[in-house]
């Protein structure tokens, strides 16, 4: 400010206008136009942000996402779920897994991943690894993983490979291999155990790593002088009549044991696209046994003379996750059966010499595999309708007396259970990396959010403010010019 109250601006202005040069003023109009201008960079600011909040909720993905629910005319697949573990190439240095967690993990061609496990002296340990190709992986027979469970002083508690037995057929693959106390002669000490999953590969085959899923659970003991029973004499009947009466119920099977649908006795339509493998599981308590029938049903062929060899598969597994047998039919498009009938469920079935009769050993939810093998596409271009036939027959009887509880093996049905297998699949279970990451995604949404709530209130505050000047350089009547020069009007 000079003395005489005049601004220095307004000074060099009535002396650049006694020279004759223009001077650039702001009029009313192109103030609005500021206005106008900075208002639309803040609205732009404001999407800009929504859309980055927006974005990154989409990052956590929903419910679809996580149980790898497809597109439309995809097949569906099962996503890995757990902890991340790296197995090592060594029992040195072979990571930690413990009970009742699941892991996820991958596996190159021809590598060995082990993995510690540390037992007692008195628990049944089961530990399990499917291995996951994606849809459309190019395998071969004779691909796969093979597991085995070794002790510290390198003798094989049990083992188990799981190939594909024919080219092209992608789908999960894997087993659970076990140390039984009691039963086996072997590995009954309480020490550090490995698991090493070994995968096979044909010379032609895909290359690309797989995803691997495991878990390993503990089956407590039963109480001193508890009383294991007997085994139930045979299996059943040799031809299982299916089940035929009933009205049919929908179904949609889950791509995971953790997303299996529950169903219970009665008749459960579904479809299963061309490279899929749905699952479902079954209430099956002590004493009962159960009996599943997979009809598919005929479709509209593109070539009548085409048929695929393996084109459907029914399989059967576990509570925890140990496959119990699994059957396959070529498909040319006409309908197809295949059926599992599994022992009446006793403890001391864990005795017997049959291999399929020995894996019923507990109550709890047996799981079964429906897959279409994926060259089907090629004779039918679409869904093959699936009816599943489900009977769950016998009293249940008592649990045996468990010096622990067996729930967290997934061992034991109740009452609860069998109400509610209505078809639906399932939630997947949170894991611990799962939540991690939801967490982490959470907090920075949460951030987003109040960057962009703060934004837009600074926003908003200062294009008031400008508003507000704007409206008074329009309103006010311009002050008196300082110094010399013609009056205003001229």
């Not at 005049?6 to 060099?12: I, Q, W």
């Not at 049919?248 to 459960?268: C, E, M, N, P, Y």
């Not at 036939?389 to 009293?395: E, K, L, M, N, W």
Request: hydrophobic letters at 40%; aromatic letters at 6%; one cysteine or more.
């Amino acid at each position: 400010m000079r003395r005489d109250g005049s601004t220095k601006r307004g000074t060099c202005t009535a002396a650049a206008q006694k020279l004759g040069i223009r001077t650039a003023s702001r009029t009313p109009a192109a103030k609005r136009r500021t206005f106008a201008a900075v208002s639309r960079r803040g609205v732009y600011t404001a999407v800009a942000a929504l859309l980055a909040l927006t974005a990154l909720q989409g990052v956590q993905g929903g419910p679809a996402a996580a149980d790898g629910t497809p597109g439309p005319g995809a097949p569906a697949t099962w996503q890995p779920q757990g902890q991340v573990i790296a197995g090592a190439a060594t029992t040195a240095d072979a990571p930690a897994m413990r009970p009742g967690v699941t892991y996820r993990d991958t596996i190159k061609v021809g590598e060995t991943r082990i993995y510690g496990i540390t037992l007692v002296d008195k628990s049944s340990a089961y530990a399990s690894a499917f291995a996951l190709p994606a849809p459309g992986t190019r395998v071969a027979y004779g691909d796969g993983i093979e597991l085995k469970l070794v002790s510290a002083d390198g003798d094989t508690c049990d083992s188990v490979d799981a190939h594909f037995r024919d080219d092209g057929a992608v789908r999960p693959v894997g087993s659970a291999v076990s140390r039984l106390i009691g039963v086996d002669s072997s590995c009954q000490d309480a020490n550090q155990y490995d698991l090493s999953v070994h995968r096979t590969s044909n010379g032609t085959s895909d290359p690309g790593v797989w995803p691997l899923e495991l878990r390993l659970v503990l089956e407590p003991p039963l109480k001193s002088g508890a009383a294991a029973g007997h085994a139930p004499k045979g299996t059943g009947t040799a031809s299982p009549t299916p089940l035929t009466s009933g009205t049919a119920q929908q179904a949609r099977g889950g791509t995971s044991f953790d997303t299996a649908a529950a169903v219970k006795t009665g008749i459960w339509k579904d479809k299963v696209l061309p490279g899929e493998t749905r699952f479902y599981k079954v209430p099956v308590d002590w004493g009962q046994q159960a009996t599943v029938f997979s009809d598919f049903s005929s479709v509209q062929t593109i070539d009548s003379a085409g048929f695929v060899i393996s084109g459907v598969r029914l399989a059967a597994y576990s509570p925890v996750r140990q496959l119990i047998d699994d059957q396959e039919h070529l498909y040319e498009g006409t309908p197809t059966s295949l059926h599992e009938q599994l022992a009446p469920v006793s403890y001391a079935n864990r005795a017997a010499d049959d291999s399929d009769v020995a894996r019923v050993r507990y109550a709890g939810w047996y799981y079964f595999a429906v897959s279409v093998h994926p060259d089907v596409a090629k004779e039918t271009g679409g869904a093959v309708p699936v009816t599943l036939r489900v009977d769950v027959s016998g009293t249940a009887q008592a649990a045996p007396d468990y010096d622990g509880d067996p729930k967290a093996a997934g061992i034991g049905v109740d009452a609860h259970d069998v109400s509610a297998a209505n078809g639906a699949p399932q939630s997947a279970g949170p894991s611990a990396s799962g939540e991690s990451a939801k967490r982490f995604l959470g907090f920075a949404a949460l951030g987003a959010g109040t960057v962009l709530v703060l934004s837009l209130a600074v926003w908003t505050l200062t294009a008031r403010r400008r508003a507000a000047a704007v409206q008074d350089a329009v309103t006010q009547p311009s002050p008196p010019r300082s110094g010399f020069g013609p009056p205003p009007s001229w």
